[in-house]
């Protein structure tokens, strides 16, 4: 009797274990080891005694043979106490099972799970059963081919979701029982055939195995089933236990269904987001290559000769002894950055000004001097700037004869300052990123100076930007980081006493050359200053950079000047208006090499705050100025070197907030006189008045005219 | 950041130019694990400074100017009080004296409030209340780490309850309890966000209280803020954007 039945539990326990067996490795692969083990009792308690035996015994056949089939050995494996006893009887079961295949297939597809007998058992032998013996069921299926296709799959599908499940007691129990009520039917079933040959099962069993089979049928869009989907549902809801679960069990369903097609975690990254970082490195790349390998030696010679290069990393160090910088490796890139600089350009000593921030990029700012005769000359712009006064003005003397002359008259454009000289005297070079081309900006005008002290903007990292502002700034951003960095320049650049002096020219001492002196060179005799003087003390300190004047310029310009042809037209305005002084007086402003004690107080604040980088070992210490109108501005000296830098977002500091300047009154533009003058409607009273006055000249007119006709016909 | 992570921190940092000499950084360290103890001042003496108060905040706002570096300086305005005597009323100037201590305390509650910022995901809410650290943040990936919404404000949500039902269909209550950054004011305006190093390190900086840097290196869980500047919030802002 039980080899009879045998052949067919095994066989429908094949069946159902292909189906079943992830199940059961899920409950084995949980650490609820204990667990089925405690189902177990409860196994025991609601299925007869009878149940078990026959349910232990046929699987462990299969597992021997598949062991001796296919070799394969998992984890422990402590052969069941079952399975020698049924090793004889193994072989003619399984001819037998041959046979009886079809039947029980035909009835219920995949379905009616009969339990596993394994889950009475350690979890690890059920693991290594199942396995086997949907192995086996599957080098069945290959030789019967009565399994439909999409069995195949689930084996993995379920592998796939066996970790990520939590199995909980009341659902392993829920399988449990219903395992047991497939057990039960089919013992009874497979029990009840043998003995009563009875082929028919009870109606409600063969409703439920229909339904199963319905409910495991695998859709044809997506692979799922309905089956496995409300079991991964409820297996959510039991985890996370959410309120009012009815309510939101549709977002559950519909969750549960993404979750099955969302991408495991890629261990390939996203390509488009590391091509940024592989093009930056690329650029970076190209810097430490060396440029030309080929006289390599002599190249060497010559650079190590020239000097022309900054020594970068050094003033980077004593800045970070001052908590200033941007920290080793970005400065050294930054190094190689201007080493391509300086080989690319003809460049007589470059200097890293420093870093402004920007909201979308920043700029890296190298101060360069070109060598002599070597810079590019833009005499375009002045040339254009030039036609378009002469253009306004022939335009006026058009207009003269048809409408009354506007006073206004353009105040004339204050000229750049050469290059070389004052504001332009180094030319600065920027660049978003170390590593990307460097862009040189242009010179800077003098009215652009001057509006750059009315407004206020952040730079946005794009040298193109328009800067939209009121008093509307003439150029865009390129020219507004120009005019920023040559205030930072006049404001902050300073030196310790004494490095610098002026020429040994000592005749213009006495000539009051307009605008002061404007050149200076190193002191070769410079000995140093001590650091405690530099901290103690402001005096010890001086500007280097020319003080930019009002006008936007740093040596004076005369806008009276004028050319002949215009000396004549201003006189007689002048003699109009009486308004425009003779000459417009000289700006002033302190001298080259003033020390920065003289500098204006901020609001009780001296504009530098000065300290010793380090207190603890003061005999290695350096002086650290701090600027406090320019906020980012620092210098640092140890006695014999000194070195300026610029870090921040290129705005002076005011204590007052912004507000940008009013608009100017409406400018009265035409002499007023009784042309243009808007009078008044005359009143009806005047009009009277005037036209009886009117028809009484005509009378006396006509009068007159009558006389004299009179008197002509007389004389005729 | 935590005062383990301080050295790491200040190098991802520094983009933004202002740092700690060495000698500051090592004596903060070794402070820093002594304050855990007991609290002293300046970098190796630390003294506790006592929690804002609104009155504070008031009393501070007033104050204009840099901080004197002297705990104990006092700033004095004059202001106009409405004083009460008996039945009179009537406006008296008062001096009032205010502490640098408390504008100190004040100036970082304020900058705390205003613009500490964690990324999205790193705390989370359980529904009970307490909010804990998620300890299986892996960072931000490179796309949400460019937008501003996925950074939140590291404070009680003031705004939450003004979104739309819409919007907060869209949150996940246990991730977005805290106001996110694209609604600050200015919109966008307010945060200056770029990428260094390639695509390596995220850095935020604040346009409203210049000074203050965040990074975050995506895909890791390295992040922080920290502030280094004149303690002044920027009222210009609107005329600079």
Redesign the interface.
């Known amino acids: 009797m039980e080899d009879s039945t045998s052949p067919k539990q095994e066989k429908e326990n094949q069946g159902l274990r292909e189906v079943e067996g992830p199940w059961e490795e899920k409950t084995a692969a949980s650490p609820q080891d204990p667990d089925p083990q405690s189902s177990e009792p409860l196994e025991a308690e609601q299925v007869p005694e009878t149940g078990p035996q026959p349910r232990n015994s046929p699987p462990w056949s299969p597992q021997s043979r598949a062991s001796t089939f296919l070799g394969d050995v998992t984890g422990q494996e402590a052969s069941p106490p079952n399975s020698p006893p049924q090793q004889t009887s193994s072989t003619p079961p399984l001819t037998l099972a041959e046979q009886d295949l079809g039947a029980p297939l035909q009835s219920g597809r995949t379905t009616t799970r009969i339990p596993d007998a394994g889950t009475p058992l350690s979890g690890s032998l059920e693991q290594s059963s199942d396995k086997r013996e949907s192995t086996f069921h599957l080098t069945r299926q290959s030789e019967e081919n009565t399994f439909p296709e999409p069995q195949q799959p689930k084996p993995d599908l379920y592998g796939l979701r066996d970790p990520s499940y939590d199995t909980s007691k009341q659902k392993e129990l829920r399988f449990d029982i219903f395992q047991e009520e497939d057990s039960n039917s089919n013992c009874d079933l497979l029990q009840s055939e043998p003995g009563a040959s009875e082929v028919t099962p009870s109606m409600l069993e063969v409703a439920i195995h229909n339904a199963k089979a319905y409910l495991l049928r695998t859709s044809s869009k997506s692979g799922l089933n309905l089956y496995d989907h409300l079991s991964n549902v409820l297996t959510k809801i039991l985890d996370e236990r959410p309120d009012n679960a009815v309510d939101i069990i549709e977002n559950i369903s519909q969750d549960v269904k993404m979750a099955h097609f969302s991408k495991k975690l890629d261990t390939l ?2 390509e488009n ?2 091509l ?6 690329e650029m970076q790349k190209a810097l430490f290559l060396q440029g030309n390998l080929e006289g390599a030696d002599q190249e060497l010679e010559e650079e190590i000769a020239e000097g022309s290069l900054p020594n970068v990393m050094e003033a980077a160090f004593y800045f ?8 080793t490796d ?1 400065t050294y890139r930054i190094f190689l950055a201007l080493k391509q600089l300086a080989d690319t350009h003809p460049i007589q000593r470059c200097r890293f000004w420093g ?1 402004i ?6 700029y890296i700012v190298a101060e360069v001097e070109f060598r002599e005769g070597e810079d590019e000359e833009e005499v375009e712009e002045e040339d254009v700037a030039e036609e378009r006064d002469n253009g306004a003005i022939e335009a006026d003397e058009d207009e003269e004869d048809e409408f009354p002359k506007a006073f206004y008259k353009a105040p004339r454009a204050i000229p750049k300052e050469e290059s070389r000289m004052g504001a332009n005297k180094y030319v600065y070079f920027v660049c978003n990123e170390p590593g990307r081309p460097w862009v040189k900006l242009p010179s800077v005008m003098p009215a652009q100076i001057v509006m750059a002290r009315k ?4 730079f946005t990292g794009r040298l193109d930007a328009p800067i939209i502002s009121y008093p509307p700034f003439p150029g865009n951003e390129s020219n507004y980081l120009r005019a920023q960095i040559a205030r930072i320049s006049a404001g902050t650049h300073v030196s310790p006493l004494g490095f610098y002096q002026f020429g040994e020219e000592e005749g213009e001492e006495e000539e009051e050359v307009e605008g002061g002196r404007d050149s200076f060179e190193e002191n070769p005799d410079f000995e140093g200053i001590q650091v405690m003087d530099l901290v103690e003390s402001l005096s010890n300190w001086v500007h280097h950079v020319q003080h930019i004047l009002p006008q936007g310029r740093c040596n004076w310009f005369n806008p009276v000047q004028k050319n002949e042809e215009e000396e004549e037209e201003e006189d007689e305005e002048k003699e109009e208006k009486g308004e425009d002084p003779d000459y417009i007086e000289q700006e002033v402003g302190p001298p080259l090499l003033t020390p920065i004690s003289e500098d204006l107080e901020i ?3 001296p504009a530098w705050t000065t300290r010793l ?5 003061p005999q290695y210490a350096i002086a650290v100025l701090r600027s ?1 109108l320019w ?2 501005a620092y210098a640092f000296s140890n006695g014999k070197k000194f070195e300026n830098f610029y ?3 290129g ?1 002076k500091y005011s ?4 507000t ?1 300047p009013v608009p100017p009154p409406v400018y009265q533009e035409y002499p007023s006189g009784p042309e243009i003058t808007e009078m008044d409607d005359p009143s009806v009273e005047e009009e009277h008045a005037f036209r009886a006055a009117q028809e009484a000249s005509v009378s006396a007119a006509e009068e007159n005219e009558e006389t004299e006709e009179d008197e002509d016909e007389d004389d005729d | 950041m935590d005062a383990e992570s301080l050295l790491l921190s200040l ?1 991802l940092a ?11 950084r090592a ?1 903060l360290l070794t402070s820093l694990l002594l304050v855990k103890r007991d609290y002293r001042l300046n970098c190796t003496d630390w003294s506790l400074l006592p929690p804002a108060t609104e009155e504070m905040v008031v009393q501070t706002a007033m104050v ?3 901080f004197m570096g002297d705990p104990s300086h006092e700033y004095e305005h004059t202001e106009l009080q409405k004083v009460n005597e008996g039945d009179k009323v009537f406006e008296e100037e008062v001096v009032v004296q205010v502490k640098e201590e408390t504008r100190l305390v004040s100036i970082i509650d304020q900058i705390d409030k205003a613009v500490a910022i964690i990324p999205r995901g790193a705390l989370f809410k359980t529904p009970f209340g307490p909010t804990n650290v998620n300890r299986t943040f892996e960072g931000l ?3 949400e780490a460019k937008k501003l919404s996925s950074y939140f404000h590291f404070r009680e949500a003031v705004d939450l309850k003004n979104k739309t039902l819409l919007e907060k269909a869209d949150l996940d209550p246990s991730l977005d309890f805290m106001d996110s950054l694209e609604h600050d004011i200015p919109k966008a305006g307010s945060w ?1 966000i ?2 260094e ?4 390190l995220v850095v935020l ?1 604040s ?1 409203l209280w ?1 000074g203050l840097t965040f990074y975050h290196a995506p ?1 890791t869980k390295n992040y922080g803020y920290i502030y280094v500047g ?1 303690g002044e919030k920027n ?2 802002l609107p ?3």
């Open positions: 990254q996203n987001e590391l940024p970082m592989y093009e930056i490195a970070e002894q001052a908590g200033v910088g941007l920290g970005e870093k921030l920007g909201i979308e990029r920043n407004i206020k903007k952040f609001q009780n604040m980088s380090s207190n603890l070992i406090n906020p980012g870090i921040g977002w705005h204590v007052d907030n912004y940008p | 190098e520094s983009g933004s130019g202002q740092g700690l000499s060495p000698d500051r004596s204009k100017g840099r990936s490179l796309s200056s770029q990428m190093r390639g695509n390596a900086r346009l210049p895909r004149t009222l210009d005329f600079m954007l």
